[in-house]
């Protein structure tokens, strides 16, 4: 099955950000495709390449980028959020790129399911 | 439909708005995560919607985060736990997926 | 699977994949800035030509709520944007009858014409789509 999923928090405030990836974990472990994240609101702050966690704190920046060129996850970040967030292409995490929010419909229209993770 | 709340029931009404919405409607399952599964402890004041909840839906809790929070031992009998990979699965067994944010 | 759809499969009897999105609004505006964002999927989605509908329950019905004000808050006031909607063929906008009067709230406060669901209407509703998009 094809999976699309939503963040809509950013790292560390919210647990939507964990949750959400170790649901995507998960679906990839089982044999399902993520085939896109969309992240919107104050979730584009998970693609901030600026982000340093403590040293035995998870980095959950870091987690996506390594999701994304394992399993070839498709990371979208909004770019209208973005840019009122100070996302930008120069402090862009690797793995995310920035586009619109068609992509997000897209995504609702392309996955057999979609699943909206926030606070 | 799998409805999916994340929040306390003594904090915010999205089990109840879920619980009004949801009862009764053909075919529907809840999962609670995060600081929803607070709704799942026995012995709350959040038991009695629970209950009333189970008469209709099919209720599920996400055990990670039950264990996280340390109420593994007072789980509301008839609640099904689950793991990351059972979230997914019923994710995938309904035809969509309601999140009460 | 061709690039101008996106990998959409095209089901050649429907002529096309239409799916029933549903928005569904549960915060007010201004406190955060969920239901601004929000809005601004709505009215993309309307390029896409797919069944798009939104709800209101619980504090979201205050989004539609007549007469806001925003100038001493520094905030752009965007409910007009909630008439617009229907200029983009956006015209199914339930309410949920339980949300508005635990507010005190009817029809008669709205700036959009609704339709006005029982909890249970809702629910069934809600049950009957295929993509739910919260905020």
Known sequence: MKFGIMVNEGPYTHQATDTAFLFAKAAIEKGHEVARIFFYHDGVNNSSSLTEPPQDDRHIVNRWTKLAEEHNVDLVVCVAAAMRRGITEGNLAKGFRISGLGQLVEMGIQSDRLVVFGD | MLHIVNKSPFESNSLESCVRLASGVEGSALILIEDGVYAATKGSAAEELIKKAAATLKIYALWPDVEARGMQDGCIEGIKLVDYSGFVELVAEHNAAQSWL | ?135
């Open chain 3, 1 to 135: 699977m061709s690039e101008t759809t996106g990998g959409v499969e095209f089901d050649e009897e429907s002529g096309g994949a239409i799916k029933k999105f549903m928005f569904v609004n549960r915060k007010a505006p201004y406190g955060t800035i969920y239901a601004l964002e929000g809005l601004e999927v709505v009215l993309i989605s309307a390029a896409f030509d797919q069944d798009v509908s939104m709800a209101f329950l619980d504090d979201g019905v205050y989004e539609i709520v007549k007469g806001q004000h925003t100038k001493a808050i520094g905030m752009k006031n965007f409910s007009p944007t909630y008439r617009a909607l229907e200029g983009y063929d956006i015209e199914k906008l339930y309410v949920e009858k339980e949300s508005l009067e635990r507010r005190g709230l009817t029809v008669d406060n709205l700036i959009v014409p609704v339709e006005v669901l029982t909890s249970a209407e809702m629910g069934e509703l809600m049950s009957q789509q295929e993509v739910l998009i919260s905020f």
